[in-house]
């Protein structure tokens, strides 16, 4: 079934895409300097991950316990 039918699906797909932008902004920060076009929504998203680190990993972590028990 696709990510965006699916609720769960959808919310992992987006929590993995915001700490996949974070961790590369991160490592290489002039990929994602440009802040216009198709790379502006990767900078969205790591900009995401990086002003709200805290409620970010609280989702990865209740994303991890939904999977893994339900």
């Given at each position: 079934?696709?990510?965006?039918?699916?609720?769960?699906?959808?919310?992992?797909?987006?929590?993995?895409?915001?700490?996949?932008?974070?961790?590369?902004k991160m490592q290489f920060p002039t990929?994602?300097?440009?802040?216009?076009?198709?790379?502006?929504?990767?900078?969205?998203?790591?900009?995401?991950?990086?002003?709200?680190?805290?409620?970010?990993?609280?989702?990865?972590?209740?994303?991890?316990?939904?999977?893994?028990f339900f």
């Amino acid at each position: 079934m696709s990510a965006l039918f699916n609720f769960h699906s959808f919310l992992t797909v987006l929590l993995l895409g915001i700490c996949t932008c974070t961790y590369v902004k991160m490592q290489f920060p002039t990929m994602l300097a440009r802040r216009t076009g198709f790379r502006g929504f990767f900078w969205k998203a790591a900009r995401i991950g990086e002003r709200l680190s805290p409620w970010v990993a609280v989702g990865c972590f209740m994303m991890g316990v939904s999977v893994i028990f339900f």
